[in-house]
Structure formats: C-alpha cells, structure tokens
C-alpha cells in the first residue's frame, strides 16, 4: 500500500513511518520544511513538501494514496478555535480526495476526549466539557467520511506516549522536580492515566490502516491506568529526592503551568479491550513505569529537551 502520512517527522510519526516501511507499505510524508524532508528520507519515505494549511497539496497528497495517516496536529493553543478549524480543514481535504474510493483514512485524536472519573471504553461518546474537547470536531470530521465511501477511522492515543525522545507530559513532571528538589502528585495521587509505548502505537497506527472496519473508533492505550503517584514515586527513587502530595493550586506552582496541574489532576482511565480483539493489537513494549526506570527520561539530553520546551511556560516570581 502507498500511503500518505501527516506528522511523520514529529515525535511518534517516525515510528509509525518505520512500522509502515518494514511491513512492506511505500510512505509518501507531508514536509513542511527542508529539516521535515530530510528526517523523512532518513527514514526512507518519500517527501510531499506543504503544510496543514496548504489544502490543495494535502488533498494531492491524498488522492495520489492507498490510504492517509493523519497525525499531524498543532498551531496555538490559546486560540481553540483556530485549532479545531484548521484540523478539520486538513482532514476534511484528505477525506474529500479518498471520497468513494473505500481506502482508507486514520486520524489521530485522544483519550482525554472522554468524560473523566470512570472507566471509559471506545463505545462512549466524547464529552464537550472535557479538557481535550478541541480534538473531538476532528474525530467528527473523519468519522462522517464513513458515509461517504472512506474506510474512516480513529486512533485515541493515551496522553502519555513514552519513548525514546518523549517530550510530552512527562518530562514535565521530571523537570519540575530537578527544580523544586521534591516529587509531586496531586491530592491522594490515586487519579489513573492510561500510557502506550510510542512503538505500540505505531503498530496500531498499520493495523488500523490495513484493517480496522469504517467508522472505527480505537484506543491506543497499552496501560488503562498508571496512577500519578506511581509515576511521581519512580521519578523520587531515580532522582533519589522525597515524593510529596500537593494542593491543585501548589502542583500549578510547581509545575510552573496550572494548564499542565489541571492534566495531571485527571482521573481518565481507558480500556483498549474493543481495540485489542478487533485488530489482533496486543501491545509488547516496556510499559511506562519500565521506561521510566530503564530508559532515557533521565538524561542530560533529556533534562534539556524538557526545559527547552516547558521553560517557556513557566511561572516566574
């Protein structure tokens, strides 16, 4: 299968993009700068220069495919709006290009979509008043092509994909607690988040693209339910500091980010069971506790990508 791939040069897209090319599928990457280009030929995909919001070359992209992958997505997050128009703009070009043809179009959204509390599964609806509520436009927006002769489907990735190179929510944690000297969680710290390893998630990515059924909606969850203070506790033992409990109010000074305290302070586990018995997806890498223990997230090149990226965020007396 050729396929057409968004995101391919950012964090988990190179691993999709390597699970596609050794399962024998050719892989055409969106590009939108020569840097993009050249991780993408590394890679041995081919580079389709354009952008998000260059819709005619994403609908070329598209239409020239077996089938899309769509993970791309970013702008400015203190502009919603823009966010959500700008990624059913994209995916609303790729699906109008696949349009009565039967190939197929995954596109990315996430768990966090689902109403916290509870054990959510992939048969519950998103909730409009969840944090992630900026993604579920696009999960819509791909799904409708179901009706109109795409194989359409979404993969929910867990908020945390660890790997290799994570500079998501985790690293956060860990950088807030080189600085304040101390671990943190929130409240009891028994609130649940559900991780996927980056490679497992590739590997769903290809299978969905090969065989999940029109209207799918999966989730990319190895683990339903890491608790905080687990995660907080083996950052205190690697950085060998004590682990403590914070008010909400104090995590947004210690993380520096009250949108990042409001994340963590999330009760959001998932089940992948539908996923798992549908595609034949039974996740094999470190989980996220492994990782942490044994991985890169403690390295001098990993202490600086974090601060690199949430510096920014930041409080500063």
């Not at 998000?52 to 992209?61: C, Q, T, Y």
């Not at 109008?96 to 609806?125: F, H, M, N």
């Not at 687990?230 to 520096?256: D, M, N, V």
Request: proline share 6%; glycine share 10%.
């Amino acid at each position: 299968m050729h396929v057409f791939l968004t995101g391919g040069s950012g964090q988990t897209g190179p691993a999709v993009v390597a699970e596609l090319i050794a399962a024998g599928h050719t892989v055409t990457g969106l590009a939108r700068s020569e840097a993009a280009a050249a991780r993408l030929s590394a890679l041995g995909a081919r580079p389709h220069h354009g952008s998000l919001d260059d819709l005619a070359s994403l609908h070329d992209g598209a239409a020239a495919a077996d089938g899309v992958v769509h993970l791309a997505f970013g702008g400015n997050f203190a502009d919603t709006d823009e966010l959500i128009r700008r990624d059913c703009a994209a995916i609303d070009a790729l699906g109008q290009a696949l349009a009565g043809t039967g190939k197929p179009l995954v596109s990315t959204s996430g768990t966090l979509v689902i109403k916290p509390g509870r054990l959510s599964t992939e048969q519950d609806a998103p909730d409009p008043d969840s944090v992630a509520a900026f993604r579920i436009p696009g999960e819509q927006t791909c799904l409708a092509f179901a009706d109109h002769g795409v194989r359409a489907g979404v993969v929910r990735l867990a908020p945390t994909v660890h790997g290799p190179g994570d500079h998501g929510f985790i690293p956060a944690l860990i950088a807030a607690a080189r600085r304040a000297g101390i671990s943190a969680y929130i409240g009891d710290g028994t609130n649940r988040w559900p991780a996927v390893h980056r490679l497992d998630a590739a590997r769903l990515f290809r299978l969905a693209l090969e065989n999940a059924p029109a209207g799918s909606v999966l989730h990319g969850a190895g683990e339903s339910a890491v608790t905080i203070r687990a995660i907080a506790e083996q950052i205190g033992r690697t950085l060998q500091i004590p682990t403590r409990s914070l008010t909400l109010p104090q995590a947004a000074e210690h993380l520096g980010n009250p949108f990042l305290a409001t994340f963590f302070s999330l009760d959001v586990p998932v089940s992948s069971d539908h996923t798992r018995a549908l595609l034949g997806w039974s996740p094999q890498h470190p989980t996220l506790l492994e990782d942490l223990a044994t991985g890169d997230y403690f390295t001098p090149q990993a202490s600086a990508r974090a601060e690199q990226i949430w510096a920014p965020h930041h409080v500063r007396s």
